[in-house]
């Protein structure tokens, strides 16, 4: 697919007119968030979703209750909304493409289909390295046993990782051995994989940058995140461990790569830091992210808002960070009790009070009706005057919520 890496002088959808509605694809949290800071500012918001009552059908204007590449559905959302964004990297990208025909895509088809497919996006990672001096691991594609047989020694130790579809750890296996990598690729029922090199992390790291359809881009203040179980768990920024130097050429590796891409919205970029100082970069998110759930609390122009600017071609926000912040994710475990005894599970609601008396505790629920182990709930966001009084912050609400604490809290 063609990338178009031109700029465009901006036309601006004003808000608070009569066409000023703005579509997306996606009715989940992120799609939720995005029709807040859409209806801030005066617009509407259309979204397209097959699931009834979703986080952002319950506050958008307009739900096209429909499949991302039904024809009837696209056409009702187009009439709806001449710019179109979408809030997760699987929609298909020729959806995306129709609605470009004729209209405003925010961001573009072929910018999503890169970061659809692993090893089309190692490949544009490695390009632009080339320039910004930022690799991602060292890697190898397998679609047939062959590949196996192939792979580098030096690949492995690695994590087998299918090419398509893979999110929040799902779609990966960690193998050491030649024969492991064999049994797990076997046990992907034929998908396509990328074989990577397990590096020596130190911690992971995420950037959010945004650009404009006239080239203009910001980038956020660096993010230090951790994981459990391949979800994220926590989010700290200002990173606490971050160098200067090393928080320089990450950003710098972040706009020279939305540039390449000539990508028009939110990416967020993650990356790796190892133990020896380097950086790894390892896979972009072509909307907002997690990770940048703390910018609604903490920063002068949330993510969100962001990506509204974006879309509707308005100059984008300021991304001064006002306050330290740490953000917890809520997954649907904290709704379960379980019985030591008997191991039975019960439900009950969280101490939802008891953590909005926390200073500087932001609760977002996601509207979700039911609660369920690994689902994404909601998340908290706490800001303070210093980065330990809000991992201290955090620490005191995973004691309320029964959950682990992290360990730099």
């Not at 990297?89 to 470009?100: H, K, T």
């Not at 650009?211 to 956020?220: K, Q």
């Not at 590796?253 to 990508?263: F, H, R, S, V």
């Not at 709930?377 to 620490?395: C, D, N, P, R, S």
Request: with cysteine; glycine share 8%.
């Amino acid at each position: 697919m063609t990338i178009d890496k031109q700029v465009h002088p901006r036309q601006p959808l004003l808000p608070n007119t009569v066409s000023s509605c703005l579509g997306i694809l996606g009715g989940g949290q992120l799609g939720r968030m995005f029709a807040h800071a859409a209806q801030a500012i005066g617009y509407k918001v259309a979204v397209l979703e097959p699931e009834a009552g979703c986080p952002a059908a319950q506050v958008a204007e307009h739900h096209v209750q429909a499949n991302y590449d039904d024809e009837a559905g696209m056409s009702v959302l187009h009439t709806l909304a001449s710019r179109v964004t979408t809030e997760f990297e699987n929609v298909p990208a020729d959806s995306l493409n129709y609605f470009a025909r004729d209209g405003f895509v925010s961001p573009a088809g072929a910018c999503v289909s890169i970061a659809q497919d692993r090893l089309s996006e190692k490949h544009f990672f490695t390009r632009c390295a080339l320039n910004n001096g930022v690799y991602p691991a060292p890697h190898w594609g397998i679609a047939t046993s062959d590949d196996v047989k192939s792979a580098p020694d030096d690949l492995l130790p690695g994590i087998l990782k299918t090419v398509r579809m893979g999110y929040d750890g799902k779609g990966q296996v960690r193998v050491r051995t030649r024969e492991e990598l064999a049994q797990a690729f076997a046990g992907m029922n034929g998908q396509h994989c990328v074989l990577e090199k397990m590096l020596p992390l130190a911690y992971e790291v995420s950037v959010l940058v945004a650009r404009g359809v006239d080239g203009e881009a910001v980038v956020y203040p660096i993010a230090e995140n951790v994981h459990r179980d391949g979800i994220l768990f926590t989010t700290v920024v200002p990173s606490p461990n971050v160098s200067p130097e090393i928080a320089k050429k990450a950003q710098a590796a972040a706009l020279d790569i939305i540039a390449e891409l000539g990508y028009v919205g939110v990416l967020c970029i993650e990356f790796f830091v190892l133990d020896d100082g380097t950086l790894a970069v390892n896979e972009m998110a072509p909307r907002p992210h997690n990770s940048g759930h703390y910018t609604i609390d903490a920063c002068v122009t949330s993510q969100f808002e962001q990506q509204v600017r974006a879309l509707a071609q308005l100059p984008l926000g300021d991304v001064r960070q006002h306050s330290a912040a740490a953000m917890l994710n809520i997954l649907g475990d904290v709704w379960f009790d379980t019985d030591a005894a008997t191991n039975k599970e019960t439900m009950r609601e969280p101490a939802w009070d008891q953590i909005m008396a926390i200073p500087g505790a932001h609760l977002h629920l996601y509207g979700k009706a039911e609660a369920r182990r690994a689902r994404k709930m909601g998340h908290i966001t706490f800001v303070a005057g210093t980065i330990a009084e809000a991992q201290k912050a955090l620490a005191n609400a995973c004691t309320i919520l029964g959950i682990a604490a992290p360990e730099q809290a």
